[in-house]
């Protein structure tokens, strides 16, 4: 029998190697968004074992997928699966089938066979914020008058995460991820507030943003009541509260953030149904268009990187004025608009 004797010099070589490994891994894995690496899992997931592939995969068995299912998902659904599954050839050093002329020619026909109308969330009216979180301030000064301190709680988290999440224009995933460390908010002046990564930075460098105190609807008087009756000092801003008022460590999970909005809405006897987290956004985007802001100063404080992404969010009719038979431009511009100018 051959035996090879392994020095100790070879063997740390070998664990050394392994931690370098390591490394490379966890910052290959940081490079990616945890949402993405979610979704993509999943998608390669539904290819394999739902629907049956094999991978890798050829252009012929890719085109065979997305026919199966071109019936009955979207086609934003269909491409974010071919995304996952370019990615993992890519990874795993095959070539990419999902690039293939016949797999986008056939895209192009379930485009032109089932068309379908991009669906966006409702914009939330400005009314209807200072209606909730009028209600929300009741709920606060009833639960601080019977020490009910899981509803004091509830009610200026909701509150400060509807005002900061409507004037900064964040979605719900920005939302969950704030943290108290990355914050800087000074009462009657305005806060500033960091992501180190977000949607659209891509290169991950970080951003920061900054939001005034405003005359009502005050985002920042609003950010400072919430961590000063929640003693947080570090760590995430927005939790989950149980029944006693005991607070999470991790911050909310951001698939659960229309769920509560929805909850906070109801509460106030706003129509709940019509809302969404995206709504935060497209509601101050409209705002401020029907207050004169323009696109490219929108677009700068919002983030957006192009005038396409910042359209979608924009209320059409605004830009007919008085003209337009909807009333979303004086619900927008209205008084509640002028008492914060």
């Not at 009216?125 to 909730?132: D, F, G, M, N, P």
Request: proline letters at 4%; hydrophobic letters at 45%.
């Amino acid at each position: 029998m051959l035996k090879v004797k392994i020095t100790h010099r070879e063997t740390q070589t070998v664990r050394l190697e392994a931690v370098a490994v390591s490394k490379v891994d966890r910052y290959l894995e940081a490079g990616t968004r945890e949402n993405t690496r979610r979704s993509y899992r999943a998608a390669v997931e539904h290819f394999e074992v739902s629907w049956g592939g094999f991978l890798p995969a050829t252009a012929e068995s890719i085109a065979r997928y997305l026919a199966d299912h071109a019936e009955h998902h979207s086609i934003n659904t269909l491409k974010q699966r071919l995304a996952a599954l370019a990615q993992w050839h890519i990874s795993q050093g095959f070539p990419d089938p999902t690039k293939a002329p016949m797999v986008r020619q056939l895209l192009k026909g379930i485009r032109t066979l089932h068309p379908a109308q991009e669906k966006q969330a409702a914009p939330l009216l400005l009314q209807h914020l200072e209606k909730t979180i009028r209600h929300l301030e009741q709920q606060a000064g009833q639960a601080s008058a019977t020490q009910d301190l899981p509803g004091l709680l509830r009610a200026r988290r909701d509150a400060a995460l509807l005002l900061i999440g409507f004037w900064r224009g964040f979605r719900g995933d920005e939302l969950s991820r704030l943290q108290v460390d990355h914050i800087q908010a000074e009462r009657a002046v305005g806060m500033t507030l960091y992501l180190p990564h977000s949607k659209g930075d891509r290169q991950h460098i970080g951003t920061n943003y900054r939001a005034p105190a405003l005359k009502m609807l005050c985002p920042v008087q609003a950010y400072l009541d919430w961590i000063s009756v929640a003693a947080i000092a570090h760590g995430a801003v927005f939790r989950k509260i149980d029944r006693w008022g005991n607070l999470a460590d991790a911050g909310l999970n951001s698939n659960s953030m229309i769920a509560l909005l929805r909850r906070i809405f109801e509460d106030a006897g706003v129509p709940a149904e019509l809302y969404t987290s995206h709504s935060l956004r497209r509601g101050f985007a409209t705002w401020a268009t029907a207050n004169g802001w323009d696109i490219k100063a929108l677009m700068a404080y919002v983030g957006w990187k192009d005038v396409k992404s910042a359209m979608r969010y924009i209320d059409p009719a605004i830009s007919f004025g008085g003209l337009a038979a909807s009333a979303t431009s004086e619900v927008f511009s209205g008084p509640a608009s002028q008492r914060l100018r």
